[in-house]
């Protein structure tokens, strides 16, 4: 009697060991053997590498610590993955996957649509920057971006090879100059070695060794696209609306990105600090629902600023004043505090 | 059938009918669960052709020793030989072995016929047509008209009907029935000895478990008595039951009867008005009682030690 | 009929056949077969009457019949289906043997390895027709009563032609049917270890709920892959398009394993069981 358990349980055990190796629980990850190449050659050749028409899944492991946002849930902790395709001449494709429904981004270059099948709406929008990538899932136009501005401040390195989808890469390291006051440790890049654009970008915070964010490519195919996929059409039953003119972002819009009107930045680099006001409830409008109280978030904080309340995260901290005043940065508090007091 | 010295090397091929192999053979047969012991060291031939009574009281370990000759229990230590197959091979044998155990085993929402077909399709000796020695089965055990009636519906005297035709669907060369007659009224007693009577007489061995010696006795050409799991008597009944017996008779003149049979230098004397004789050869008594005159009305055995013997056995189990 | 002597089993075609009649004609698999055909209609007529509005993959269904099919198999895969396939896999074992009937098939002799065949055969035959009356009657009722564009407007904002929807609903299916085997073998295990049926779908019952806890807990992330249910939900990646095949082929690859161990399992425990 005694002993058929036993077996049950040798039975369970083996079923655990066999599902984790074919699910693949802890793949190590090879070091490819590559020509060793100079940090400034590699950023060189990655903000100008083209790397054509290319298809790929990738993964978004966030632990920034930002409460989720409505319409921006992607900004909220936890996984994501999302399917990319890219025509390579500002036509895209994102498909944001969620158990019950999908969200999907379309660019033809000059038409952006964004489909949200849980509401079978469709938003339409025109103009403004012909390839403006959502840094959510874009690993390669993310790090582009923050190579670009964090490398005059920055010590880059290369430290040895990886491999990232399945491609070989090198590893591009920015760690900030000890003048810079951050929060950041330092960055890390996965540059494809072939095509030369980003694979992988990975964000540490100080006093942490896992990763603030990593964001990155699961799998990614390069070649041509069907070209059906940079087009969209509302199905039957859609509800097509038009996005509001530029800054004043409808929820999803791929326009979300970037700093808010009226802001300015203190600093530059790691230590950059974005000052702006807090956009006034709009009359009419209600706050979406589930949108977190921001007066009730954080710590009350008192300086030459005046009086606000401080939210701290692993990689920033933001100020909101009293008056309606916001500084954001990837710096602790102090900082953002000396940040406000700038005129 | 008593407990041979004869080795289990010594089998010859079954296939070549040799009458005098013995269909069974369980030597030093040994099942426990856990700290109790259900058959304890137990040896046994069943001789081809016999018809053997397995007796005991509930709970002797009747069934364990048969679900360990069938390969429905593994025996913790001892062997199994069925047909000429034992160890692993056991299983080679049972096409040729019919069994009803631990009362029949149906589908309460099939119709007898349908759960016999069930049961034929499994049934390695059976090819073509399946519909045929179904019927056939269900008409040697009575029950052709109820043939089309859910299981469900049935008595506990046609249950064992049908569970008796599952055993029978397929000639065999050992036919084991645990208990065949539970349940079972007075006609069906009768029907299920008439089916063991035609077994036996087709050649077939039987092993038919029991805890009434009424039943082995009016059926069984041998008996083995089981007792919280140890044989503690096997053998040829008829021997069994007349081993250290003596003759009973009865006479219209018990008086002058018992003289002339002391006159004839037979060992008697009177009891419960009747002679009691010693002496085994009926035919001398009966000749010396009717050369004195004496009216004989009945010779019988009395069978000492088998009914004792049980009677013992069913009485500390009550 | 030298070579019916000789036999030692019944020919394999004939034992399974009669399982899959047996399987068929007992009214507990009867009436689970018609209860899940009424999901697809549930559905269907809560859309005709509620009409378009809420969320959740169900409205999607909403004048987009082709979808009802897959809406409701996965709605059926979350409890329902398993609980079929399950109570299948318990009568097929625990329940012939608190019958008396197993003994009886391995008297016969079935044989042990061919008894775990037939009864898989028996599991395999439910879990496949449940599928498909799901499948079928979703289609009927997604074309009857929802109605549609004829054809099937993905999660994508795409639409697909009859020919490709029906592809799509095929896939999902068979993917489907695919996750049941898994359930339906590792029930067949755990049938093979008791007698009493109920036993077996308590397990599969609490098993779910158990994965399904385990797969909520964030700091148990380690877990996920390792757990059959946190594949359930690719079925609704057949609604997406370009289809993604990543979460199906991972998800079948999962109840891949869960089968192999399942059926192991079912024939070391029959190999020694006491019939």
């Known amino acids: 009697m005694r002993r058929r358990w036993f077996g049950a349980a040798g039975a369970v055990a083996a079923a655990g060991a066999v599902v984790a190796g074919v699910v693949g629980i802890g793949t190590a990850s090879a070091q490819p053997q590559l020509p060793p190449v100079s940090p400034e050659d590699l950023v060189a050749s990655v903000m100008t590498a083209q790397p054509g028409p290319f298809n790929g899944t990738v993964g978004i492991d966030n632990e920034l610590g930002l409460p989720a946002l409505p319409g921006a849930p992607q900004l909220g902790n936890g996984q994501q993955s999302a399917r990319v395709w890219s025509g390579g001449d500002g036509k895209g494709r994102v498909a944001l996957p969620s158990g019950d429904g999908e969200k999907t981004l379309v660019s033809d270059g000059t038409t952006r649509w964004v489909y949200d099948a849980t509401d079978r709406t469709a938003t339409r929008s025109t103009g403004g920057a012909p390839e403006q990538k959502d840094p959510q899932t874009d690993p390669a136009g993310a790090s582009a971006q923050i190579i670009g501005d964090l490398r005059k401040t920055s010590q880059v390195a290369v430290d040895g090879t990886a491999e990232v989808a399945g491609r070989p890469a090198y590893t591009l390291v920015l760690t900030p100059q000890p003048s810079e006051r951050t929060m950041l440790r330092e960055v890390r890049v996965a540059v494809d070695a072939e095509k030369r654009i980003p694979l ?132 602790p508090e102090p900082v953002v505090a000396e940040a406000l007091g700038t005129k | 059938m008593s407990v041979t010295e004869q080795t289990l090397e010594t089998r010859t091929d079954p296939s070549s009918g040799t009458v005098l192999e013995p269909a069974a053979r ?32 509930n709970g002797s370990g009747k069934t364990t020793l048969i679900r360990m000759l069938l390969g429905l229990t593994a025996p913790t230590a001892g062997r199994v030989e069925l047909l000429g197959h034992d160890g692993t091979q056991l299983e080679r044998a049972l096409p040729d072995v019919g069994a009803l155990v631990e009362g029949p085993g149906f589908h309460p929402f099939l119709s007898g016929r349908d759960n016999l077909l069930r049961a034929a399709a499994c049934e390695p000796r059976l090819d073509g047509d399946l519909r045929a020695p179904v019927d056939a089965a269900l008409g040697r055990v009575g029950l052709t008209e109820a043939a089309r009636r859910r299981y469900r519906g049935y008595s506990l005297g046609m249950k064992q009907r049908l569970g008796l035709a599952a055993a029978l669907l397929v000639p065999r060369r050992l036919v084991v029935l645990d208990e065949p007659t539970n349940g079972l009224d007075p006609a069906g007693t009768r029907d299920v000895r008439r089916v063991i009577a035609e077994l036996h007489g087709a050649g077939t061995t039987v092993l038919l478990s029991s805890h009434l010696l009424a039943e082995v006795e009016a059926v069984c050409t041998h008996v083995a008595v089981l007792a919280r799991g140890s044989l503690l008597v096997s053998g040829e009944l008829a021997t069994l039951l007349a081993s250290d017996g003596e003759l009973a008779v009865t006479v219209d003149d018990p008086a002058r009867g018992l003289a002339a049979l002391r ?48 009677a013992r056995l069913t009485e500390e189990d009550a | ?118 009864k898989a055969a028996g599991v395999i035959t439910v879990a496949v027709l449940a599928v498909l009356i799901i499948a079928v009657v979703g289609m009927i009722a997604g074309t009857v009563v929802v109605g549609g564009p004829g054809s099937l407007i993905t999660l994508s904002g795409t ?68 757990l059959l249910t946190t594949g359930f939900g690719a079925g609704t990646d057949v609604l997406r398009d370009p289809l993604p095949l990543d979460g199906l082929e991972s998800s079948s690859l999962r109840a891949l394993v869960y089968v192999v161990l399942g059926v192991g399992v079912t024939f070391w425990r029959m190999a020694r069981r006491d019939g």
């Open chain 2, 263 to 310: 006159a004839a230098g037979f060992a008697a004397y009177l009891r419960d008005d009747a002679l009691a004789v010693t002496e085994v050869d009926p035919p001398e008594v009966v000749a010396a009682l009717v050369h004195a005159g004496v009216g004989v009305w009945e010779v019988s055995r009395r069978r000492a030690h088998l009914e004792e013997l049980f």
């Open chain 1, 200 to 331: 992988q970008l990975t964000v540490l915070a100080t006093g942490s060794a896992t990763p603030a964010l990593q964001i990155g490519f699961d799998d990614v195919t390069f070649g041509p696209q069907d070209p059906s996929l940079f087009t969209f059409t509302p199905p039957p039953g859609t509800t097509v609306k038009d996005a509001p003119a530029r800054g004043q972002g409808a929820p999803g819009a791929p326009d979300r990105q970037g700093p808010p009107q009226g802001s300015r930045t203190v600093g530059d680099g790691w230590d950059r600090v974005v000052v702006f006001q807090r956009p006034a409830q709009q009359p009419g409008r209600q706050a979406p629902q589930g949108a977190p109280d921001l007066n009730a978030l954080g710590t009350p904080v008192t300086g030459p600023f005046g009086n606000g309340r401080a939210i701290t995260t692993a990689v920033g901290t933001a100020i909101v004043t009293d008056d309606g005043r916001v500084a954001v940065g990837a710096v």
């Open chain 3, 159 to 226: 639409t697909l032609g009859v020919g490709e929807a029906l592809g799509r609903i095929a896939l999902v299916a068979v993917w489907t049917i695919g996750q049941l085997l898994a359930v339906g073998a590792v029930a067949l295990a755990i049938s093979t270890f008791t007698e009493h049926p109920l036993v077996v779908l308590a397990c599969v019952l609490g098993g779910m709920i158990v994965f399904g806890v385990l797969g909520a807990i964030p700091s148990l992330d380690w877990l996920q892959p390792l």
């Open chain 2, 26 to 57: 369980l030597r030093d047969l040994r099942k426990t669960y856990g700290s109790v012991t259900a058959v304890d060291g137990v040896d046994l031939d069943l001789p081809a052709g016999a018809v053997v009574g397995l007796l005991g009281p």
């Open chain 3, 1 to 118: 009929m030298t070579a019916v002597l000789e036999r030692t089993h019944a020919p394999l075609g004939r034992v399974v056949g009669a399982e899959v009649r047996w399987v068929l004609r007992r009214p507990r698999t009867l009436v689970v077969l018609g209860l899940l055909a009424l999901i697809p209609v549930a559905v269907a007529i809560g859309i005709a009457v509620a009409g378009r509005g809420g969320r959740g993959l169900i409205a999607q269904v909403a004048g987009n019949g082709f979808v009802l099919p897959v809406v409701a198999l996965g709605l059926a895969l979350t409890l329902l289906l398993p609980l079929a396939v399950a109570s299948a896999a318990a009568d097929a074992v625990a329940g012939e043997a608190g019958s008396g009937t197993l003994r009886g098939l391995l008297v016969a002799p079935v044989g042990r390895a061919r008894f775990v065949v037939m």
